[in-house]
């Protein structure tokens, strides 16, 4: 008797588990800094639509990903500080909230910002 009670316990555990990870698919954006310079660029912080995220350092020719919700909307930003020690401060495309999809922002020779993005609309 106890031990179909505890199967019927594990199986019916299995199936709550199951159902809470389908029904949680919420759309993510996958966000790519792409370092294109022979130098660092450091304290490297993206500002998007209900928060932000950020690294210390992205070395030369190096990739740095992301992944995270869109909780509103507005435009995403990207803040660093290039070899000379320069604060720069590129400003990209509106997100809106609930798109999913993914986001490239490429840092090329001379501190220029290059962003492009791959969207879904909100569902």
């Given at each position: ?81 290039d ?33 492009s ?7």
């Amino acid at each position: 008797m106890r031990s179909s009670i505890r199967l019927i316990s594990a199986v019916s555990a299995s199936f709550i588990t199951l159902a809470m990870c389908l029904g949680c698919r919420s759309p993510w954006v996958q966000a790519v800094i792409v370092n294109q310079q022979n130098t660092p660029v450091n304290v490297v912080e993206v500002d998007y639509p209900g928060g932000s995220f950020g690294v210390q350092s992205i070395a030369p020719h190096s990739t740095f990903r992301y992944r995270f919700h869109l909780l509103g909307t507005d435009k995403v930003n990207i803040t660093f500080i290039d070899a000379a020690e320069q604060n720069r401060k590129s400003t990209g495309p509106e997100l809106e909230k609930g798109q999913a999809g993914t986001l490239r922002i490429e840092i090329e020779p001379g501190d220029h910002i290059q962003w492009s993005s791959s969207m879904a609309a909100p569902k």
